[in-house]
């Protein structure tokens, strides 16, 4: 076997495996972000547009088309910005979230991660845009309520995982005695014909 033959075979055999969790939370935290982002932004630019030009209205039919190809100009701009910021608020706020549950897996609190990362994360958006101590308080105890919804989640799925593979190998052995029963039951049957054609007939 050459060379360049081994290396494919080192090279295809390499496997990245990410866990879900990395990846699932910023990608719904982005698309939701942009869709709150994109709706807020415009509305707000639509409402800037008309109460920056509400004393100076057209006239004309193309006053009219100008001022409306503007407001949709500007309409579009203010969403695509609306979307870009709140789609990377809630882009870090995730990424900060898969952190610190990251970290409490390498701690050994794996039981408890999902607590702790909204706990963490709840502390920390509170401490960022300097919220009152009282509002700081309820980010945190939404934090660990969303991380105590998520962690039992996360057990109920293990639960049922669990319960699949228990029956799943049920299933397998009772196919396995099915399977030997009809082999068994096949076999006598063949012995059975092959001893009737082969026995000699009276007279």
């Not at 075979?9 to 495996?17: C, G, K, M, W, Y």
Request: a positive charge; proline letters at 2%.
């Amino acid at each position: 076997m050459s060379s360049t033959e081994h290396d494919d075979e080192l090279l295809s055999a390499v496997r990245i495996d990410i866990p879900e969790r990395f990846y699932l939370l910023p990608g719904a935290a982005l698309i939701v972000g942009t869709t709150i982002g994109l709706y807020r932004g415009s509305r707000t630019a639509s409402l800037r547009f008309l109460a920056e030009n509400a004393h100076r209205t057209p006239k004309t039919v193309r006053g009219w088309y100008l001022y409306n190809k503007t407001k949709n100009y500007r309409v579009l701009l203010g969403g695509l910005k609306g979307a870009g910021a709140d789609a990377t608020k809630l882009g870090l706020t995730a990424a900060g979230w898969v952190f610190l549950e990251e970290a409490c897996t390498r701690l050994g609190l794996d039981d408890g991660r999902e607590v702790a990362a909204g706990l963490g994360t709840g502390t920390l958006f509170g401490a960022v845009y300097r919220l009152p101590w009282k509002a700081i308080r309820r980010t945190a105890g939404l934090g660990v309520v969303i991380g105590g919804t998520l962690s039992a989640l996360r057990w109920s799925r293990e639960y049922l995982r669990e319960q699949g593979a228990v029956r799943a190998r049920e299933l397998e052995l009772a196919a396995a005695d099915g399977r030997a029963e009809v082999v068994g039951d096949v076999q006598a049957a063949a012995e059975t014909v092959a001893g009737t054609r082969t026995r000699p007939k009276t007279a």
